[in-house]
């Protein structure tokens, strides 16, 4: 599949200036990636209540370790390419920010960290930039370090677009190697624009994996991002409109057209009536 | 860069180094903000923390000040104590300067206070 980021420069050069400031202003791309971080840090199963110190891996430009601070956690983040720091910056996130390639794998003591997170970010490590660069070394290089830093018990959570099949399967391998158990959650897999990848990893020994999201067929695969829908309901709310779609909008809109002397139908109990759910 | 993050940092994975424990620093910008305490985060980081190298940090930062000398017993219960972990570990950061890799030397330049941990590829 052509057009896919990592596939046009190492991320250092893709994410440049003119890039890392796109990717902060986007805001139908920062709601997804607050949803997904939202999503990561529940599949983190961390004790409830308690503030951990956290890793973010691929940091970049801090949308998700603003999620982690919003659940008063102490984060520490880390990325490759210094334009999209350079946002975080400005941003004036919490954590602390560290420029560093995850394929040389982290400068960290053990058990340094309570949990890992990184979302959109491990794909680019199974990219060979550099003529020296062998993907598999540098993702076990990355696993076992990461490894190294969690604390016995902790968790670490990816979200991530693979490529392809075999993809999945040298990303696990080399984490398996390393040491962790776990495995692929995957959220809504019978949408195409809903599906989301998560490699649950876990350091504690075989425990089972979270249960993904939309799995059961009868539940609807979200067709926005869940944020943008609630603020349009919340617009309208306030605007004393009823809310788009709804039955009371659809028997208003027929009042309209009658009073326009349009021809319309007569209204039944079947007017606005639920359609069953989409079976993807 | 925080001291925590300092605390925790490394240069394990130049080549050559066997523990990089605990990176020296020559700072040329210090600052000191205002960070909201959290006990029950700073107690259960204390558990963490290497506190001889956490004094050496801000002995070399010229920040030394009143940081105890050791972990007190019962330090959870310790409010006095657990202020002042959070003021060293929190509050202190480096802007501008260099970490050092007490093995080989190697320099990690710190800028606008983010650690340049890159490494080069013959390096790795």
């Known amino acids: 599949m052509s057009g896919r980021p990592e596939h046009q420069a190492p991320p250092e050069i893709f994410y440049g200036q003119d890039e890392a400031r796109k990717y902060t202003r986007n805001t139908r791309m920062m709601e997804i990636q607050l949803a997904m971080s939202e999503r990561a840090v529940e599949l983190l199963c961390l004790p409830e209540n308690q503030p951990c ?228 | 860069m925080k001291l925590l993050t300092h605390n925790i940092l490394t240069s394990k994975c130049l080549k050559g180094v066997t523990v990089g424990y605990p990176l020296g620093i020559v700072a040329k910008e210090v600052k000191v903000n205002e960070v909201e305490f959290n006990p029950e985060f700073i107690s259960r980081m204390i558990q963490k923390v290497d506190w001889p190298a956490l004094c050496k940090a801000a002995e070399n930062l010229g920040h030394l000040d009143d940081l105890p000398p050791a972990v007190v017993e019962d330090y959870e219960n310790n409010e006095e104590f657990l202020k002042k972990a959070h003021h060293f570990l929190m509050e202190i950061e480096v802007i501008n300067g260099d970490l050092v890799c007490p093995e080989t030397g190697r320099k990690f330049p710190v800028t606008d206070g983010i650690p340049n941990m890159l490494a080069n590829e013959d390096e790795v």
């Open chain 1, 53 to 280: 110190h956290i890793i973010d891996l691929g940091c970049g430009s801090g949308l998700s370790g603003e999620t982690l601070t919003e659940q008063g956690h102490v984060w520490t983040g880390v990325d490759i390419s210094s334009a999209m720091l350079g946002v975080a910056k400005e941003r004036e996130v919490e954590g602390d920010l560290l420029l560093g390639d995850l394929g040389q794998g982290l400068p960290f003591r053990a058990g340094a960290f309570d949990g890992a997170i990184s979302i959109s970010a491990l794909q680019w490590l199974c990219n060979a930039d550099q003529r020296s660069h062998n993907p598999a070394n540098r993702l076990y290089t990355f696993f076992s370090s990461l490894y190294g830093c969690l604390s016995r018990g902790s968790r670490a959570v990816f979200q991530f677009y693979p490529e392809n099949s075999s993809q999945v399967e040298l990303i696990t391998s080399q984490a398996m190697k390393a040491g962790f158990t776990g495995g692929l959650v995957v959220d809504y897999p019978n949408s195409t624009k809903a599906k989301k990848f998560f490699l649950c990893l876990m350091t504690g020994g075989q425990q089972p994996l979270p249960a993904a999201l939309g799995v059961d067929s009868r539940e609807e695969a979200p067709s926005h991002v869940a944020f943008s829908q609630k603020r349009e309901r919340m617009k309208q709310l306030r605007a004393g409109k009823a809310p788009k779609k709804s039955r009371d909008w659809i028997l208003e809109k027929k009042e309209r057209r009658r009073r326009q002397g349009k021809e319309t139908r007569d209204d039944s109990k079947f007017t606005g009536r639920k359609r069953p759910s989409h079976v993807w």
